[in-house]
């Protein structure tokens, strides 16, 4: 990859992973799509994974009807 790639390669929808926190985030997003979660977009309720700084938490919010 020359400087200009992302060091962890791209997400889902070309979401680019430029460090170990980024591609932490992904994993998350992962579990959660193969839970049968949406993300959330303008036109549908679902999850968001935000991450912090190094060495806090990821917040994750999820809009919708309870399972």
Do not use: C, N
């Not at 791209?10 to 998350?28: C, F, I, K, N, T």
């Not at 935000?50 to 399972?67: D, N, Y």
């Amino acid at each position: 990859m020359s400087g200009d790639e992302p060091k962890f390669g791209y997400g889902r929808e070309h979401r680019p992973l430029w460090s170990e926190r980024d591609r932490d985030a992904e994993q998350v997003r992962d579990v959660l799509r193969r839970a049968g979660l949406s993300e959330f977009g303008e036109d549908r309720d679902g999850f968001v994974v935000k991450g912090g700084e190094i060495g806090q938490p990821f917040a994750v919010a999820f809009t919708g009807p309870s399972r």
